[in-house]
C-alpha cells in the first residue's frame, strides 16, 4: 500500500486551494462540503467561483501565489495549469509540512484525491495510487451500483438510536441487535424511504431484543417477504434493490419464468425453492402462500422472485393479501414486465405520436370474459399486448377480426423477450397465426397488436441465428 487511507476532519479548518479555473472548481465544492474554510489564490476566478465568493462561502485573494498564502493551511491544493506554479506550491507545502494535492501529478503531491463514494455519513473512497484513476472511478462506478441509494438515511437512522439501544440492552446484545436492524426490517424500511415503517419495526424488534436478552433464549427476529419482480429473463435488467434484496434475502422462492442466470445473483448460501409449474392452479397458488408465511414465521428474509413485474398478472395481489393478514411485513420490487422487455427487443413502441396513443394490457386467459372491450382493442390508434396468448392465437385473431380490425392489421410476436431463445416475427392479422405454427411459437411470449407492430424494419437485437431460422420459418420478419 502506497498510500494511507484516512478521513480527515475540515470543519472550520483553514483551506487552501491554488488556482481558479476549471479543475480548482471541483476541489473547491468538496473542500466546502466538508465545511472547510476556504481560500482560493488565484489572479482571476471563473464563474461558478466568484458567485461563492460573493455568498461568502469562499475567501479570494486575487494575486499570483506567493508561499506565505499557505501559512496556518492544514491543507492545500494546487490547481493551476502551470507545473511551475504547481511545483512551486508543493515545495512550499512540504516546508511547512502541510498535505498538500497537485491536481494529476502524483510525484509532487503527498496526498491524493479518491474516487469518492458519498452516501454520507457512509462514505467510500477508492484509489489506484495514482496509477490507474480511470480504473479507480469503474470500481468506483461498481460501488456506486452496489449501494442504495437511502444507506445514508440508514445510517442517520441508526445513529440517532444508538443511545436508546445502548440503554437498553447489554454490550453483548447490541451487535447482533445491530446485525438484524442493518439486513432485516428496518433496513428495508428506510432504504425504501418508509421511516414511520421502519420506526415502528425498529420499536418491536427492541422490545423483542430485550425480553429475548433477558430470557438468555436467542431471538431469530422477525421474517418479512420482498416480492421481486425479476424482469423479462435477461438478469442485467434486474433493478438495483432486486439486486440488494436477493443479496440479503435467507430463502428464494421462485417460479418457472425466473431463469438460472437471474437465481444465480442470489446469495450463494440462500435456500432456493422452486414453488411452481403451471399457471391459474389454484391449489398451487396457495401451496406458494403458505410458504411464504411458513419462511417468514421462522425469522427468515423471504425473496418471492416473480417474472416481469410482480403486479402484472403475476398474482401479486393475492400475495399481498395473505402476508397482511397475518401481519408479516412486506416490501414490493417492482420488475420490467414482458410487454416492455419484449417492445424494446423489438424497437416497438407501444405508444407513438400518430400511431398509437394508449396501450391496454390483456391476458389471453381472460378471452371469454364479456367484460373485455373487443371493439375498443381493436380500434385504430391503440396497441394491445396479449400475455399468455400463444394457445390462444387463433380466436384472439378472430375476435379482433370479428370487433373490426382489418385484415392487415399489424401483427408481431416475441417469444423469449431478452432471453437467449428470443424470437421476433412480425405478421398482420391475416397471416400470423400460419406465421406463429410454421415457426413453432412456445411460451412465453406475447403478442402486439397495432399500428405499431409494424414499427422498425430491421430487429437489431435479435441474434442473427435467430433471425435467419425466423425469416425461414416465416419469410415475415420485418
Ligand atoms: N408478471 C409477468 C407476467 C406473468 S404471466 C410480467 O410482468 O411479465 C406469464 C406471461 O408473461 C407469459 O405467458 C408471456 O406471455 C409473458 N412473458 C413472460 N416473460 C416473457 C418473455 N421473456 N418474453 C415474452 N413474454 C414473456
Redesign the pocket.
Known sequence: MDYLPLFLQLRSQPAVVVGGGRVAVRKVELLLKCRARVTVVAPELRDGLRELVLKGALRHVADRFHPAHLDGAVVVVAATRHRDVNAAVSAAARERRIPVNVVDDAELSTFIFPAIIDRSPIVAAVSSGGQAPVLARRVREQIEALLPAKLGALARFMGERRKAVQQSLSAAARRPFWERLTSGIVGTRVLAGDEAGAERAFERELRTSHLTACAATGGSGLGEVYLI?A???DPDLLTLRALQLLQQADVVLYDR?VPEAVLQRSRRDAERIFVGKG?GDHALQERINEQLVHWARKGLRVARL?????????R?GEEIEVLAAHGIPYTIVP?????L??AAVAGIPLTHRGLAHSVTFV??HVLEDSSLDWRALAAPRHTVV?????AHLARIVAKLRAAGASADHPVAI??????PQ?RILRGVLATISAIAHNANVA????LIVGEVAAFGAVDALVPASARDETSAASGALA
Open positions: 419482480g424482469g423479462p429473463g419464468l399457471t416473480k417474472g416481469g413485474d410482480p403486479l402484472v398478472f403475476g401479486g420488475g420490467i414486465t414482458a410487454a422487455g419484449a391476458t389471453g396479449f400475455y399468455m396468448g400463444v416475441i417469444e423469449g423477450a431478452t432471453l428470443q411460451p412465453p411470449a406475447v
